[in-house]
């Protein structure tokens, strides 16, 4: 567990920025220092050293709370597709903190390495789905969504904790911080905006497509289209709303 989660997406895509600059001239959290690293970096095959020094600085000690997305999350692995996570490893995200991590394109790990920790995700935090639950939305970004209906389904889904336009608000005694904030859009991809309406921050109290919390009591879950639309809103929030 990080000892001090930035609250705020916001402040939390700034010290993603610094942590990925920190890359290779300081020692961030979670990397372990000179002497715990092997003569042969490239020879070493173990996900639990691998994942200790090249991602959890920024995706948390045990995969939540880390300034970026939770990786130890059963839901989020349940619908990510497993050459995604190969994808988003060997070629990062472009215009994210994600950088590539294949040496192939410039980064520190060898192909089977990746291999090591795509695969390592899924064994090591994957759960069995329940089969109570309902549909959930593809991971994958797909089509066009529509601003409008995304505007309608954010007042019922999102809004009592996030504010009618994404400026913040409160859950409980949680403040919750701007999602409509410039700075944290720009550093976000689609993909990733998607994923937490599906798969909600549950390590920071927001709930997945199917939560109750914070909705109408008649709320049943968030269907496809829904997903599609919420993300074109949020997209619509960049300035200017390209990516
Ligand atoms: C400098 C910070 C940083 C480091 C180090 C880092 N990541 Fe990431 N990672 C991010 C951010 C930020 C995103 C979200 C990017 C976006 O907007 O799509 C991300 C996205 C991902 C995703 C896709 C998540 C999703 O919701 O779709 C995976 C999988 C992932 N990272 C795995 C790893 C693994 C494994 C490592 C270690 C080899 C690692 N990352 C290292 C910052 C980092
Ligand atoms: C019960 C309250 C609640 C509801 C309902 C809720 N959220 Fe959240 N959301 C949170 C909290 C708490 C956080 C994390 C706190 C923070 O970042 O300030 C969060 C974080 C986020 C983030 C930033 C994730 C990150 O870490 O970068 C996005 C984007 C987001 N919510 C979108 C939505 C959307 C879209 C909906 C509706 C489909 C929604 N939320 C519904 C409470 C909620």
Redesign the pocket.
Known sequence: MSPCLP???SV??AALVALALCAQGCTPPGKPTPKTVPDRPDALVDFNLLYATHCSGCHGADGTLGPA?PLNDPLFLRIVPDAELVKVLTEGRPGTPMAPFDQKKGGPLTAAQVKVLADGLKTKWGAPPTSAAPDVPPYTLTGTGDVENGRM??AM??A???GDK?Q?GK?GD????A?NDPA?LAL?SNQ??RR??IT??PD????N?A?K???PHNFSA?TAQDVAD?TA??NSWRSPATK
Do not use: D, E, K
């Open positions: 609250i705020s997406p939390r895509v997305p389904a954010f889904a999102c009592s904790c996030h994404g913040g859950t949680q403040s919750v911080g999602i944290y976000s990733v905006l937490y309406v909600g921050r920071l109290g927001m709930p497509y939560g919390t914070g909705r968030l919420l809103l949020l």
